[in-house]
């Protein structure tokens, strides 16, 4: 037995948390009774522990970020999430943007001769932006910056693209792939359970489509991130239900880089009576979901929907990555009501942000290979 597990045994005289925290101690994985047992019954400070132990295990002190930003081709959606404080129906798509592929390649070139790395394109399910346009624009950044990464389109997005073009999933991830396409971003996995999905976001892509896409994507040796989206009107079992499938589909096929919980926000929506979580239930998730999926290599807290002080504050519950610099170019966020109206941070500010929380900041690209570490960097910011 080693330190932790006598600590924490030392602590709770309860048995059931007394046998997680043996199990965790000694790398077992935990049961989804374990799971919701830490849920119901686990406080802040104790599945805070265990996450910590179990982050420090894979990472040492290491917190991630990188330099990156996002283009959103749109915001007019075939598609209506009660969640969603972002997307105009076709019917009213004056009241959104539709951006050309022109203007979403003026973008990249804006960061001409910018140590940018990553671009990550995400957007409403829009009935003319297809295969076709989006191979195009693919194509175009592609030629014009080699050297970014592009990260794009939610399994939502995917799944109506293929189905549009009557294309199977593996033709169309293929298509996209040799157009440039690199890797998938988690979105559009809300909660998998159709007792909650059907009633939040029923007429998009099933739970099981989502995994479906993300699998083939896997297979065809595409990394990808998954997401959660929490605190509205789903519950613990769930949370658990969701982070079961993506727990199998890691042992699987060990495509998973990040599993990023997002906190549901309440503005602007059509879920606007429901509360916020507390900032407490946050951490207790961002812990709970490093003990639950132990083949996840990184746990992800995005700091333009969670804000940054929070952010900060799960780097002691298990979070070891807190996504990158954004230069204020997503709204999905803002408009759902998050504290950071124009997401923007600098490296200096992202590193501050992590020194200040005695980590070690490393700056790394979308595959986590490690660019730069900070971590002896002077801290002014
Ligand atoms: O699927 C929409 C969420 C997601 C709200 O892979 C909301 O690195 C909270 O997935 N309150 C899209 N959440 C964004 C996304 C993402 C973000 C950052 C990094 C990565 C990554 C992926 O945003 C949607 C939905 O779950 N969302 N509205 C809302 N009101
Ligand atoms: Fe459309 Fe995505 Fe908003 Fe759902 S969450 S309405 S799919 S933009």
Redesign the pocket.
């Known amino acids: 037995m080693n330190n932790i597990t006598e600590l924490l045994m030392n602590r709770s005289t309860d048995a059931t948390l007394n046998s997680i925290s043996k199990k965790v101690g000694e790398g077992i994985r935990i049961t989804d009774e374990d799971c919701l047992y830490l849920f119901e019954n686990g406080d802040l400070s104790f599945v805070g522990t265990l996450a910590n132990f179990i982050r420090e295990k894979k990472h040492g002190d290491i917190t991630y970020f990188n330099r990156n930003f996002h283009i959103e081709p749109t915001n007019v959606c075939v598609f209506s ?1 009660k ?4 997307s105009r129906l076709y019917a009213h798509k004056e009241e959104g943007w539709e951006l050309s592929i022109d203007q979403m390649v003026d973008i990249v070139k804006s960061y001409d001769n910018k140590p940018i790395t990553e671009v ?1 394109i ?1 957007g409403g399910v829009h009935p003319k932006m297809n295969m076709d346009y989006f191979k195009e624009l693919l194509l175009k950044i592609r030629t014009h910056r080699p050297d970014l990464h592009i ?1 794009g389109f ?1 399994a ?1 997005e995917l799944d109506y693209m293929f189905r549009k073009a009557k294309l199977t999933v593996e033709e169309g991830l293929q298509q996209l792939k040799d157009a440039g396409l690199q890797s998938l ?6 909660i998998f359970h159709s007792e909650i999905r059907d009633l939040i976001a029923g007429d998009k892509v099933s739970g099981e489509g989502w995994l479906k896409i993300h699998e083939t994507a896997h297979q065809l040796g595409m990394h990808s ?1 998954a ?1 959660m ?1 929490y605190g509205h009107i789903e519950k613990y079992e769930h949370r658990i239900d969701h982070m079961r499938k993506l727990r199998d589909l890691q042992d699987k096929t060990n495509g998973f880089n ?1 599993f ?1 919980p ?6 602007n ?1 059509d ?1 606007s009576y429901v509360n916020e979580s507390t900032i407490t239930e946050d951490m207790r998730m961002y812990a709970i979901a490093r003990i639950y999926l132990d083949n996840f290599p990184h746990l ?1 807290a ?1 700091w ?2 969670l804000g940054r002080q929070n952010a900060q504050l799960s780097l002691s519950f298990g979070v070891n990555d807190i ?1 990158g610099t954004i230069d204020d170019s997503t709204k ?2 803002s408009m ?2 998050s504290e950071e109206q124009t997401p923007t941070m600098t490296t200096e500010q992202l590193v501050a942000l992590i020194t200040q929380s005695k980590r070690k900041p490393v700056e790394r690209d979308t595959l986590y290979n490690i660019i730069k570490d900070y971590s002896e960097t002077a801290v002014t910011a």
């Open positions: 999430c969640f969603c404080s972002y990550h995400v990260k939610t939502v971003p988690g979105g559009g996995a809300e991130n997401t989206l990040t990023i997002l906190k549901f926000r309440n503005a929506n879920m992800k995005y333009p929907m996504d999905i966020y759902a009501g």
